[in-house]
């Protein structure tokens, strides 16, 4: 063991700056491990440069390595206002040159941009815009020009980077911190804090003076554990109803990596050779790009299976995958067979593969129900209710926080249904009270299917588990509205600009962009909420739970040009939609209810606004684009 020397103090701080404390530690620890200096020093120069490249630096920069708490909204506006420079460029250069270079300032701080199709991209470099196509590429420099769209997107980099960083430091195991860091656990749980007090201190108000906090509301939707796991029990339960009734077998399968995206052994917790750096997100994308040849090859076959799937994390935060699947017992053997072969194409012959890469289990309803095999997982992966202890003897409470926390940092969908009809109509028709009318006694019976909970009927009311969702009886009913420029005269002035600078008459302006130009300063920004519902016959179709369908949108007249201010309150206060799309380049899709073979029923007819109290005050908002729905 090597200690450290005041000749290497300096090296070391300089090395280690800006890391969080807990990575300072295991990276210390391991240092004072080697048997001499140099051993030492060497490790930590290459670890550290690692840990650069994660953050997206050269080993140049080591000294920008800080991965500690930031000032997300500081960042956010910087960015923003470095765009804005960028796009004001446009008035000397192509539209293609601009949007080029905003793409590259984007990408080089390991931010995706909202994409472009092929042909929006070729006909951009091309100076062959359509109306619509100008409008998408304004969309992409109006979002990289505004703040809001930056904070998110940069505090979901800063999670990852940091939980990429511990799991370099084989941080993220069931000795240290399983499923997920301590420090990356510790964060979200103070995000969910911080969420929770702002929906608690947040008032919803209908027309009827009708007043909840958003608290309560989200308690009573999926966004709920216990609603969210009830829902899924029920639609498993239902789905190996319908296969009893029509005989369909089942089949429990599970999917695994190859040993290469195992950050570290299970037993030891010992670092393992194989691994490169592969990220949980790498090992999801194996699994999705296996399961989709698997898909093609049962199709080519003419197999069909139903079922549900749960992906979950190894002690270190390797997902792997469980499925329950229902297929017609012909079928059976041949689906597990399909699914062997492509589970073992990649590195299929090393160590261990064909014990552990694929596993099956036929069930056998005489021993036990095919709901059975898959309801730990969809309870361990919620609230762990039910449940005393994980594989590896962590208390189940605590490690379904963790689990909840590492599908929430990677962006891992825990759940999704294969096959089926939709869940949308269900939890629609959930909103209904008796539907009274006559011509509608079909729709009510499957809406009394649905508020009885019976999945496996009302699967088979809206035409079968092989139904297309174009062709179910009942599907969802959304709203789309085109929004309006912001500031018309200014985008007239823009498009006009563009279509003459084809013939190298003029270039648009950035003023003419209409984006919003950040603040130097500390602006206050206002938020709020201002919707309208619409109804076809609300004393019919009564709201059965008080969600809300709502849109929130900022008053930026802090951040916009002053010539821009008077425009854009104008326009708001014209249109009902004024809070739809603000960037202006997509069809603004609203969920409003249900269409039943062309006859609409909207179950979303109340209108809504927000305050903020606190502290005994209360604080109007103004308006909001963000839609609540179920």
């Not at 609603?227 to 789905?239: H, N, S, T």
């Not at 399968?253 to 949980?280: D, I, Q, V």
Request: hydrophobic letters at 30%; a neutral charge.
């Amino acid at each position: 063991m090597t200690r450290v020397e005041l000749d290497n103090a300096n090296f070391i701080v300089k090395r280690l700056y800006g890391l969080p404390q807990i990575h300072k530690n295991a990276l210390m620890h391991r240092y004072k491990r080697f048997s001499n200096h140099k051993e030492a020093n060497l490790y930590l120069l290459r670890t550290t440069t690692a840990i650069s490249k994660v953050l997206g630096h050269s080993s140049s920069r080591i000294s920008c390595v800080s991965v500690d708490d930031r000032d997300f909204k500081a960042m956010s506006n910087h960015h923003a206002r470095q765009c804005v420079k960028i796009a004001s460029r446009i008035n000397s250069q192509s539209l293609f040159k601009t949007y080029s270079a905003i793409l590259r300032y984007v990408t080089c701080y390991q931010i995706q941009p909202h994409p472009l199709t092929d042909t929006v991209l070729n006909n951009l470099e091309h100076d062959c815009l359509t109306d619509e196509e100008y409008s998408k590429v304004m969309g992409v420099i109006r979002r990289a020009c505004d703040e809001s769209w930056w904070k998110p997107k940069l505090r979901r980099l800063h999670n990852r980077q940091i939980e990429t960083i511990s799991r370099l430091l084989n941080q993220v195991n069931k000795h240290r911190g399983i499923y997920a860091s301590n420090i990356t656990v510790e964060n979200f749980m103070s995000q969910w804090k911080s969420s929770r007090e702002l929906l608690e201190n947040t008032l919803a108000t209908n027309e009827l003076d009708y007043s909840v906090s958003l608290a309560e509301l989200s308690d009573l939707n999926v966004s709920n554990p216990k609603i969210r796991k009830a829902e899924l029990m029920v639609r498993i339960r239902g789905f190996e109803d319908y296969a009893t009734k029509h005989g369909y077998s089942a089949v429990f399968l599970t999917m695994t990596t190859p040993s290469k995206y195992h950050r570290c052994f299970a037993k030891s917790g010992a670092e393992n050779p194989k691994w490169h750096g592969e990220t949980p997100l790498d090992a999801q994308d194996y699994l999705n790009r296996t399961f989709q040849r698997i898909r093609a090859s049962l199709n080519r076959d003419k197999i069909t299976p139903f079922g549900f799937r749960v992906a979950e994390p190894h002690h270190d935060g390797t997902p792997h995958w469980h499925l329950l699947l229902f297929v017609e017992a012909e079928q059976q053997q041949q689906l597990v067979e399909t699914f062997q072969e492509y589970c073992l194409q990649e590195d299929g012959d090393e160590q261990g593969a064909k014990e552990r890469r694929f596993k099956v289990e036929y069930i056998d309803p005489n021993k036990g129900s095919a709901t059975g095999y898959i309801a730990k997982y969809v309870a361990k992966g919620i609230d762990g209710e039910g449940i005393e202890y994980d594989l590896y003897g962590t208390e189940s409470v605590t490690a379904a926080t963790r689990i909840r926390v590492w599908a929430s940092c990677w962006g891992i969908r825990q759940f999704q249904q294969i096959g089926g009809v939709g869940v949308t109509p269900w939890r629609e028709l959930r909103r209904l009270s008796k539907i009274t009318d006559e011509s509608l006694e079909w729709v009510e019976e499957i809406r009394q299917a649905a508020d009885d909970s019976d999945w496996g009927r009302y699967t088979e009311l809206m035409g079968g588990v092989f139904c297309k969702r174009d062709d179910q009886l009942i599907r969802p009913l959304y709203e789309h509205k085109k929004q309006k420029p912001l500031n018309h005269t200014s985008d007239d002035n823009c498009r006009n600009a563009y279509e003459d600078s084809r013939d190298a008459v003029a270039q648009p302006s950035l003023s003419s962009i209409g984006v919003p130009i950040p603040s130097s300063g500390n602006a206050k920004i206002h938020q709020g909420l201002n919707t309208s519902g619409v109804s076809e016959n609300p004393e019919k179709f009564q709201d059965a739970n008080a969600e809300i369908n709502a849109e929130i949108d900022s008053d930026r007249s802090e951040v916009l040009p002053k010539h821009c201010r008077n425009s854009v309150h104008d326009n708001v206060e014209s249109s009902i939609y004024y809070e739809l799309n603000r960037y202006g380049d997509e069809l603004i899709v609203q969920l409003k209810g249900i269409v039943a073979l062309g006859f609409e029923i909207v179950t979303r007819v109340h209108e809504w606004t927000l305050s903020y109290s606190q502290a005994n005050e209360k604080i109007e908002l103004n308006r909001s684009n963000l839609e609540f729905c179920q």
